[in-house]
């Protein structure tokens, strides 16, 4: 057995990477057939029994390899990899069987070897990552070139023939070993605190290990694996406050972890039921005060990146703490009030799915009406954001009609930003509310005249059926048709009532108890319902009326990419019938004879091709 284990000195020496081994063996320029020979003893000493691992000789010719394992060739590496992981995994399996049988004298006795082995894991993991970060990093620094690129990734071959690979498979095999060994009751083995966080540790760290090298976030197997080995540890094993320290510090020092640590959040809420973490870390970030002036902005884009990612994931936990998270719009940081507009764009994505309450649709409204209050915010970037976020909830399924007209108001009004991304975005914006407008019951033209057609007709049935004895006693049901004063009307006295309402003369209106029963008639609310849609169809039509004349000043724009954006809008509502395109239509000629004064004038002028080919040759779908 191995004299005097301490997990806690190993990890202190690996960090300090002070690391002594009383009997070394020499590895680093050993004859290769030695190497295997000793690896291959090691292998037969272990598959008697997992738990030899404590024997001292084993373990120190073990670490001697670990200790060297970026000189070891790949085939070497791998063979190192694979008996510490086989190992382990026996190990595991031997203690589940002890752990069921509930005899401590005997369980017990895995407590070193579980150690041993979880040691030796996380000293390859970091060895390896250390290597690839410090690599990265040194790519990151020369690559800048197409030459400096090339010589890096030319070193990055050399290193992996020398078998310093990224370990993808085995590292997963390892996070999947280390779940197996975190779902035992290790409380039973480790029965003090410290010594059972201790012993956690060992998967903790390396799991945000791999997560701070950029390479392995792309893996999405090792990701998966590697949440879980922290969410178990964060429920299960009282890595809570530890998991929110870490996870704060990663979005400030690692510009590419605010997804990662997101979804990790996720996984922890969905598949864990554990939301305590993600509501801890939501009311931190609310507290923290993000200065506009700082010269570094990676930090607040950061975190800004975190919660839009969160939102989209777990909105209803981001959801609790919005009361808090909404300070950040009267802060100083227009990059954490974009992120709280785009936030507040995916909550309402949420809400619109869920069952609509009446604390729903009141959470609904008050979110509309702080997208609306920034529209004035005194930074381009922000209202260029909320007009992108406005064309998004143009795509939702519940269409809002009410807010919609609001909206198109305000994004029209936009059209006049002084920034040239905000009305070159309120443009998109517009053509995305009218390609997705939700008055499509005539075929989804919005030809104005005719919608006025619509209305005047359904707003004359519902006065009729008022004015008109005959169709108020049908609607309401009567078998016999009646005046007022209960004689039966024919076909002769209702011409004559008719006649009479023509000639201006006073007709029959209904009673109170009439007119009450009218009006919950279904066909009654029917058409009242339907000339309400039609009205707000007719004013849907005139706020893009209204917009055209700004769109044709656009077209003249000495920006090329608004001019085009301006091009699009004609032929959009053209399309769609709006009777005021052709203005626009007609001023986009002159584009024709712009000066060639570089690629910018050819792509307008293809653009305009295409724009009168959509609009005069192309079929109408």
């Not at 779940?179 to 956690?200: G, M, N, Q, Y």
């Not at 949420?350 to 702080?370: A, H, M, P």
């Not at 959009?572 to 001023?587: C, D, F, L, N, P």
Request: glycine share 4%; charged share 30%.
């Amino acid at each position: 057995m191995s004299d005097n284990f301490e997990l806690d000195e190993e990890l202190s020496n690996v960090q300090q990477d002070s690391i002594h081994i009383a009997r070394e063996i020499s590895v680093e320029g050993e004859n290769q057939k030695a190497l295997e020979r000793i690896l291959n003893e090691i292998v037969d000493t272990l598959q008697e029994a997992s738990g030899n691992i404590t024997d001292t000789t084993l373990y120190d010719q073990l670490r001697s390899f670990i200790k060297h394992f970026n000189t070891l060739k790949k085939s070497t590496a791998t063979k190192v990899w694979d008996i510490v992981l086989s190992g382990f995994n026996a190990e595991i399996g031997s203690t589940a069987q002890d752990l069921e049988i509930n005899d401590q004298d005997i369980y017990m006795h895995h407590r070193e070897p579980l150690e041993m082995y979880g040691f030796l894991i996380f000293w390859i993991i970091n060895i390896t990552e250390q290597r690839e970060t410090s690599r990265a990093a040194n790519a990151d620094k020369t690559g800048k070139s197409g030459r400096g690129k090339r010589a890096c990734a030319a070193k990055d071959n050399e290193g992996a023939e020398e078998g310093a690979s990224a370990w993808n498979s085995e590292k997963q095999r390892a996070m999947d070993l280390m779940c197996k060994c975190l779902d035992l009751p290790l409380s039973k083995i480790w029965t003090a605190t410290h010594e059972k966080e201790t012993f956690v540790s060992l998967f903790f760290k390396p799991a945000y290990q791999i997560l701070e090298n950029r390479a392995n976030i792309k893996v999405s197997v090792l990701n998966q694996l590697v949440y879980k080995v922290l969410c178990l540890c964060i429920k299960r094993h009282n890595h809570e406050f530890g998991a929110k320290t870490t996870i704060l510090q990663n979005l400030q020092y690692w510009e590419h972890t605010p997804e990662p640590m997101a979804e990790l959040l996720e996984m922890l809420i969905n598949k864990y039921d554990y939301s305590q973490l993600a509501d801890s870390i939501l009311r931190e970030i609310s507290s923290q005060e993000f200065d506009e002036t700082i010269k570094d902005a990676s930090v607040p884009k950061a975190f800004s990146k975190f919660l839009v990612k969160l939102s989209e994931l777990a909105p209803e936990v981001v959801l609790k703490q919005m009361g808090l998270l909404i300070e950040h719009l009267d802060g100083e940081s227009f990059i954490m009030r974009q992120a709280i507009v785009e936030v507040i764009g995916n909550l309402i994505a949420y809400l619109s799915e869920v069952e609509q309450t009446d604390q729903v649709k009141n959470q609904i409204d008050g979110f509309f009406d702080i997208l609306e209050e920034r529209f004035m915010d005194n930074n381009s970037y922000v209202r260029t954001k909320l007009l992108q976020i406005a064309g998004q909830l143009c795509n939702l399924r519940v269409k809002f009609p009410k807010r919609r007209q609001r909206m198109t108001e305000l994004v029209i009004g936009r059209l006049s930003d002084k920034s040239f991304w905000s009305r070159k975005q309120a443009i998109k914006t517009l053509v995305r509310i009218i390609e997705t407008h939700p008055y499509s019951m005539h075929g989804g033209e919005l030809d104005l005249e005719g919608w006025e057609i619509q209305y005047t007709e359904v707003t004359d049935e519902l006065k009729a059926m008022i004015t008109k004895p005959s169709k108020r006693k049908a609607i309401l049901g009567g078998t016999d048709e009646t005046n007022e004063t209960g004689m039966e009307l024919d076909a002769d006295s209702d011409a004559e009532l008719e006649g009479g309402a023509e000639d201006g003369r006073d007709i029959a209106l209904p009673t109170d108890e009439e007119l009450l029963q009218l009006q919950s008639s279904k066909e009654y609310v029917t058409k009242t319902l339907l000339q309400r849609y039609y009205a707000d169809a007719i004013r849907f039509i005139h706020l893009i009326h209204r917009s055209v004349p700004v769109m044709c000043e656009l077209l003249v724009s000495t920006i090329k990419l608004e001019v085009i954006e301006a091009m699009e809008f004609f032929v959009t509502i053209h399309r769609y019938k709006v009777q005021v395109a052709s203005e626009g239509i007609r001023k986009m000629v002159h584009l024709v004879w712009m000066k060639d004064n570089g690629d910018e004038a050819k792509n307008v002028r293809g653009r305009l091709m295409e724009c009168y080919w959509q609009i005069y040759l192309a079929p109408d779908d």
